[in-house]
């Protein structure tokens, strides 16, 4: 969350096999989420733009889409018993009671944790107090890409499914203003 690491670090290694060459990122679901959170903190000279498919724009909004119905029985549910688990595993007694010390500094409640049958849990109640957030919904707003695309300065190609039952379609979307910015004089839409 808020982290660049792993973009500063393949753009350096990019640079440094290719010197004289411009870059694109491109991302996909998650990774489109990282590029447009990348663009709208960075403004990386070598960086020309990027290409950002099925994005997910609005992330209260397409998490709660996919947790009900038949994509939640088929895939989710067991994908957040599966996320429980994995947060709390440990191989040892002495590493268990570390884990939750830890956890319980940070205000985060294990117990409640461990009982989270959605992902809107989790979210609330371990991976926002873990970044020390409000509660889930600050989570959402703050990682949610539709909040940060007026910051990018480079062009971007957006492609999104129209009829993508979970993700926003960019009709949706409000980005008149994205639509009218101008880049070194030359406008990139329309």
Request: with cysteine; aromatic share 10%.
């Amino acid at each position: 969350f808020g982290s660049h690491n792993h973009i500063d670090e393949c753009i350096s290694h990019l640079e440094n096999l290719f010197p004289e060459k411009k870059i694109l990122l491109v991302g996909a679901c998650l990774g489109a989420m990282s590029v447009v959170d990348y663009l709208s903190n960075e403004n990386h000279p070598n960086v020309v733009g990027s290409v950002i498919y099925s994005c997910t724009w609005k992330v209260k909004r397409e998490t709660m889409n996919v947790t009900s119905g038949l994509d939640y029985h088929l895939f989710l549910k067991s994908l957040t018993a599966d996320t429980v688990k994995r947060i709390f595993k440990c191989s040892n007694e002495a590493e268990e009671k570390l884990k939750k010390d830890w956890f319980t500094e940070r205000g985060i409640d294990v117990q409640k944790v461990k009982k989270s049958k959605s992902i809107w849990e989790i979210d609330n109640d371990f991976v926002a107090p873990l970044f020390n957030l409000s509660d889930g919904e600050d989570y959402y707003r703050r990682i949610s890409p539709i909040n940060k695309c007026h910051r990018i300065k480079k062009p971007v190609v957006l492609i999104n499914s129209r009829d993508d039952s979970t993700i926003t379609s960019l009709e949706e979307m409000d980005l008149k203003q994205w639509y009218q910015r101008r880049v070194r004089g030359k406008k990139l839409w329309g």
